[in-house]
Structure formats: structure tokens, C-alpha cells
T-cell receptor, first 115, second 109 residues
């Protein structure tokens, strides 16, 4: 299957700082990327969907000014958590799919801890 | 509204067979996915069904009945490494994935 690389795998940051998470498709062109958040023992919660070259579509309740998503190329999308707070501590996962693909491939996930 | 239901937790014995059920109600249907997720890791793809019937892939099989809004994942010859959460997800008419809460499968020796 296709490979999606997410970086970093884990990060600890101080409250009030910003953190950037990268999601790269290594061997295919990802026209659509999805960003999820998962709290312990809960299912994946879709935060936003981004199509290459377009603004991301955010799910209801997700602050677009706090979770900045950039999908400037067919192989890279970034999620920046701005002014992070302890309640933003979570597991963030990206997935990507190419045009016409049914399956989306997941990155490894990023464990964010805000202290 | 859109809804995916699956049991919260199941327990099975090593070497046995277990069936994890999933029922769904979505606006439109473009297929059903099963993913496996080990604790602290991202989900990994197991199966995709868009037509009625059984799809077999090694020890894992997945079944779909669109008229009943029902699917199951069948795991045979259970191994300890199969202990994980199993997520059912439906693709709706907008090709968005609607996720179930996951079924935590506990395998006992």
C-alpha cells in the first residue's frame, strides 16, 4: 500500500507555544488529506479535510484559527496547533488519498502533550 | 442523522473465532471499511466492502449487507497480537468517512 509519513511522532510543548505537524505522502499524490484527533479510549474525530491548493474545510466545533492547515503541495500537508493549551493534548493523525482512490492511508500519528 | 454502532468491548480466547458486528445509518453509502488500531498507534486498513457478500483475506473476513445496514468482521485462529481496537467506518454520499467508536478486542490465552 501507499506510504504516509507523519512527523513528529511525539512532541511536548509549553502552554502558549505553537506546534507544527507534517504529513507527507511518499509514493503517491495526495489530492485530499484528512486531519483527525483522538482522545484516549475514543474514536477518531475528523477535524478538517483539505484539498491540495484549496482552503481546508473544518468540522463543526473545530477552530480554524487555532488549528491551521496548509496543503500547498500534492505530497505535504501541515497542521499547526497555535497557542497550545493542555486541553489540546491528544493524538493527532493524518490520512491521505489520491484522486479516484477509495482508501485513505494513515500516517503514524503524533502524540502531543502540552505542559 | 448518521450513526455507526459497534460493541464497545469483546473478549475471546486464543485460537478461537470472533465476530465483530457493525450497523450503520448514513446519508448515502459508498462502502464500509474495517481498520485495526493498536493502542497508541494509527489505524491500519483491514478491508473494504461496497457490494453485498463476504470478502475473505487470510484469517480476516468481512461481510456486508446493504439492505440491512450491517457488516461484520470475522477473525479466525485468534492470536494474542490481534488484541486491538477494531474500527468500522462508512463512506457517505460525500465520500466522507463516518467512524464508529471502535470495539476493543481482548484475547485471552
Amino acid at each position: 500500500g501507499a506510504v504516509v509519513s507523519q512527523h513528529p511522532s511525539w512532541v511536548i510543548c509549553k502552554s502558549g507555544t505553537s506546534v507544527k505537524i507534517e504529513c507527507r505522502s511518499l509514493d503517491f499524490q495526495a489530492t485530499t488529506m484528512f486531519w483527525y484527533r483522538q482522545f484516549p479510549k475514543q474514536s477518531l474525530m475528523l477535524m478538517a479535510t483539505s484539498n491540495e491548493g484549496s482552503k481546508a474545510t473544518y468540522e463543526q466545533g473545530v477552530e480554524k484559527d487555532k488549528f491551521l492547515i496548509n496543503h500547498a503541495s500534492l505530497t505535504l500537508s501541515t497542521l499547526t496547533v497555535t497557542s497550545a493549551h493542555p486541553e489540546d493534548s491528544s493524538f493527532y493523525i493524518c490520512s491521505a488519498k489520491g484522486t479516484g482512490d477509495t482508501e485513505a492511508f494513515f500516517g503514524q500519528g503524533t502524540r502531543l502533550t502540552v505542559v | 442523522g448518521q450513526n455507526i454502532d459497534q460493541p464497545t468491548e469483546m473478549t475471546a480466547t486464543e485460537g478461537a473465532i470472533v465476530q465483530i458486528n457493525c450497523t450503520y445509518q448514513t446519508s448515502g453509502f459508498n462502502g464500509l471499511f474495517w481498520y485495526q488500531q493498536h493502542a497508541g498507534e494509527a489505524p491500519t486498513f483491514l478491508s473494504y466492502n461496497v457490494l453485498d457478500g463476504l470478502e475473505e483475506k487470510g484469517r480476516f473476513s468481512s461481510f456486508l449487507s446493504r439492505s440491512k445496514g450491517y457488516s461484520y468482521l470475522l477473525l479466525k485462529e485468534l492470536q494474542m497480537k490481534d488484541s486491538a481496537s477494531y474500527l468500522c467506518a462508512c463512506m457517505d454520499s460525500n465520500y466522507q468517512l463516518i467512524w464508529g467508536a471502535g470495539t476493543k478486542l481482548i484475547i485471552k490465552p
